[in-house]
């Protein structure tokens, strides 16, 4: 199995679920940390998910090898850039305009949080593509796909939740965040992996 | 925040009687489980137990688990040690007229101010919709007159848009934490800088805080930054609590302080608060690590730190 794809979705699996908890973070300054707040963060971040696997999917039938695969993580990286440097000034944009705070935290996470979950959501199903290599043993894939990157999420909530709000300021988290995954984007875009179908086509050679 | 029980002679004396008579009876009959509600926060238990009825946030009673108690029998006299602390504010105010409480509690504190000061206006917030409701049942609590409000929202979130309406207080009491869990957006210099912009010009902030543990260094040094000087009341034979007073001003000195204190001395001495003493647990000395890392809306692991 194609070790650098399982290595990017852990990666993608630990990033979202730091931003996931720092967002209760940047909201709460300005619409509390009830659960309503934690209501808006997780709704917004399934919805984004629910829609990047879609997407993910629909991109994974056009030729997909791991240049592409390399491209979602870049994307991915930019997108939180946005939500990094103006979070403060969009979450008090918004707190100004609604003042009911459930609808003020669902708004600010849609506006932060939508587009960079969105593409990080694209990874998990174009994962699955470029390690599949034949419909008999794709379920067995797909799940062992789904282990690492949920093993992922589940280290980087509890890292990001007990040590990382600990040791840094919550800007610098996110920016390792956007390095991670723009440095992983160019690690799979300049070592690229062919895919499994064609590793069995030259064992059949054989 | 927890709260260490204090108690006059009187107290001690029928509390023993008590005691003693406890020894008779099986544990369990004590304390008295008058209601419990789950709450969207946490669950919200009165207890009725030696005399006294407590608010408590968990079901296991241990004395420092207590949000509010009162005396049934003498519900003016105050229970904690900090609640002592809390009347300290007489010294430094001058009949204010807007005051603002963020965290209610059981209200005990603002039934008090409401009889010290008859005339100002009272704003209280509590997030919590049970533990409102609970000071209004158990704790003698009530918003009713012109002068008064409570409001069920958090209390970052209130003084936000307190701002953007230009209300200004006199005085702000600041006691939103508890012994489990602190909001941790409510203890950071982007806050307190928030409830600064709300004080009238030579208003006064007062927050009851902790005195144990690494927070300690730097929560007071996040005030310090904020504010400049300041003064802590603390008793020397209590171990968790201690008040924190500041201004958007200069502080009064200790000699005005003094006077106030034995000018307050009758009034409050039906609290069992002996002024004098509260006066000679006011302290401007920098007890702290300075260096400890200032708290902000990027850096405030508060629970991880307590």
Redesign the interface.
């Known amino acids: 199995m194609n070790s650098l794809v399982l290595i990017c979705a852990f990666i993608m699996g630990f990033s979202i679920m730091t931003v996931e908890l720092l967002g209760g973070k940047i909201l709460s300054p300005y619409f509390g940390g009830s659960v309503y707040v934690w209501g808006s963060i997780i709704t917004i971040f399934m919805l984004a998910l629910s829609i990047g696997y879609l997407v993910g999917g629909k991109l994974s039938l056009k030729e997909p090898n791991t240049r592409k695969y390399g491209v979602i993580f870049i994307v991915a990286a930019i997108t939180t850039l946005p939500l990094v440097i103006w979070h403060a000034e969009l979450s008090d944009w918004v707190f100004m305009q609604i003042e009911d705070p459930r609808y003020g935290s669902l708004v600010t996470s849609l506006i932060l949080f939508l587009v960079p979950t969105t593409i990080m959501g694209m990874v998990a199903p174009y994962s699955v593509r470029l390690l599949v290599a034949n419909a008999e043993s794709s379920g067995q894939t797909a799940g062992f796909l789904y282990f690492v990157s949920t093993l992922g999420s589940a280290l980087g909530t509890i890292m990001t939740s007990f040590y990382l709000v600990l040791w840094f300021e919550l800007d610098n988290i996110l920016y390792g965040v956007t390095v991670v995954l723009a440095l992983v984007g160019l690690v799979a875009i300049l070592f690229p992996k062919p895919l499994p179908k064609a590793e069995k086509a030259e064992l059949s050679h054989e | 925040m927890s709260k260490t029980l204090s108690f006059s002679k009187y107290k001690i004396i029928s509390l023993f009687a008590l005691l003693l008579g406890s020894l008779l009876i099986p544990a369990t009959s004590q304390a008295k489980i008058l209601e419990e509600k789950r709450s969207?926060?946490q669950n919200v238990y009165i207890i009725d137990d030696m005399g006294l009825t407590c608010m408590r946030f968990r079901k296991k009673s241990h004395n420092d688990l207590s949000q509010s108690c009162i005396f049934n029998d003498t519900p003016e006299y105050l229970v904690f040690d900090y609640y002592k602390l809390a009347m300290g504010a007489t010294f430094f105010l001058e009949d204010p007229k807007d005051m603002l409480i963020i965290g209610l509690g059981g209200g005990v504190l603002v039934n008090r101010y409401k009889e010290v000061y008859p005339k100002a206006n009272i704003t209280s917030i509590e997030?919590d919709d049970v533990v409102a409701q609970m000071a209004r049942k158990y704790f003698n609590y009530t918003d009713e007159g012109e002068q008064y409000e409570t409001h069920v929202?958090?209390g970052?979130?209130f003084i936000?848009?307190a701002l953007?309406k230009d209300k200004r207080y006199d005085f702000i009491l600041l006691d939103a934490f508890n012994s489990d869990y602190i909001?941790?957006?409510m203890m950071?210099k982007?806050?307190l800088e928030e409830v600064k912009g709300l004080l009238k010009p030579g208003g006064i902030i007062m927050a009851n805080t902790f005195s144990s543990s690494a927070l300690f260094h730097h929560e007071s040094e996040t005030y310090h930054q904020v504010f400049g000087e300041l003064y802590q009341i603390h008793f020397d034979d209590e171990k968790t609590n201690r008040v924190i007073v500041v201004s958007n001003e200069k502080l009064p000195s200790k000699e005005k302080l003094l006077k106030k204190a034995n000018e307050y001395k009758p009034l409050l001495s039906p609290y069992g608060v002996d002024t004098l003493k509260v006066f000679d647990a006011i302290s401007g000395e920098v007890n702290w690590d300075t260096d400890a890392k200032v708290l902000?809306?990027?850096?405030?692991?508060a629970n991880?730190?307590k």
């Open positions: 969207l926060y997030i929202r958090d970052r979130v936000k848009r953007r909001p941790e957006h950071t982007e806050y902000t809306d990027q850096y405030s692991p991880l730190l």
